[in-house]
């Protein structure tokens, strides 16, 4: 697949994700998966909540609708792609607990790795064609984009705490900036792709992400405190493993766009959501 993107433009979305990531593993102590341990039932609905639904809503849209082509290659990549980088920042922003988002973000992280590739060969039977990824593929993706800069970070934490504390809210802020930068200048080179494909995918993007909100707040049950984390990480998809589906099996590069289309349309979702969430906090 020729990639829609520039070579300078990966470089700097691939710093801004490590970046977040980074910041947020600065979190992320022993306490947090202590956490998650001590309610594993909890961990495990909502990790269901997260990576089935979402996938099986999606495909079933796309089939009844009658969506084709890029559009419809983009709206079930995103659907399948769980565990978006900044979701745990998201997640804590809406007033998610603490100690328990940073490590369900981390379990669907890992979860991802193995679901992907069923994912991607279920589809394969549903729309016939013959896609294909392996756990192998999607690990080095989560290792290098996610896993490593969160490990860098709760090192930090665990050998310099105070310095950790120092220094998070500053790279939080620059970080914060840094996506933004990403997000407009994307918006710029893909604006006449998105045209061209139509805005199926962003609209998509807005609904699905809206009925994400909904399961994954409802998989939280009677957990006040795990609820906002519990939305957020149903409702944010992965960009970066969608577009590694999308590369390996040489899609098109309007793909890209439709990838994109449906990432602006949950960060709208996720950040009215977020507004929502500080104001009732508030």
């Excluded at 909540?49 to 609708?65: C, E, Y």
């Excluded at 981390?106 to 279920?122: E, M, Q, R, Y």
């Excluded at 998989?219 to 006040?224: I, K, L, R």
């Amino acid at each position: 697949m020729e990639s829609a993107i520039p070579g300078w433009l990966a470089l700097l979305i691939a710093a801004a994700i490590f970046l977040t990531m980074l910041t947020l593993g600065l979190l992320l102590g022993r306490e947090q998966i202590e956490a998650a341990l001590r309610r594993r039932t909890l961990l495990g609905a909502l990790l269901f909540g997260t990576l089935i639904p979402v996938p099986v809503i999606a495909t079933l849209g796309v089939i009844l609708l009658g969506i084709k082509g890029a559009a419809a290659a983009g709206i079930v990549l995103m659907a399948i792609s769980p565990g978006a980088p900044v979701a745990m920042r998201r997640a804590l922003e809406a007033g998610g607990h603490s100690a328990f988002a940073p490590a369900l973000h981390l379990a669907i992280v890992l979860c991802a790795v193995l679901t992907v590739p069923i994912s991607v060969a279920i589809l394969d039977l549903v729309f016939e064609k013959d896609f294909s990824v392996t756990p192998l593929d999607v690990a080095r993706q989560v290792f290098f984009a996610q896993l490593l800069p969160v490990g860098l970070g709760a090192a930090l934490r665990a050998w310099r705490p105070a310095i950790a504390a120092r220094i998070e809210r500053p790279l939080a802020r620059l970080s914060n900036l840094l996506l933004l930068a990403v997000a407009a200048v994307l918006l710029a080179v893909l604006w006449r792709m998105l045209e061209d494909i139509g805005w199926t995918p962003f609209f998509a993007g807005i609904a699905l992400s809206a009925c994400a909100l909904a399961v994954g707040a409802a998989f939280a049950g009677s957990n006040a405190d795990a609820r906002p984390a519990a939305a957020v990480a149903a409702a944010m998809r992965n960009p970066g493993l969608a577009l590694l589906i999308a590369a390996l099996n040489k899609m098109p590069a309007a793909v890209v766009a439709a990838v994109f289309g449906y990432a602006l349309g949950a960060v709208v979702v996720v950040t009215a959501f977020v507004a929502w969430m500080g104001r009732r906090a508030r």
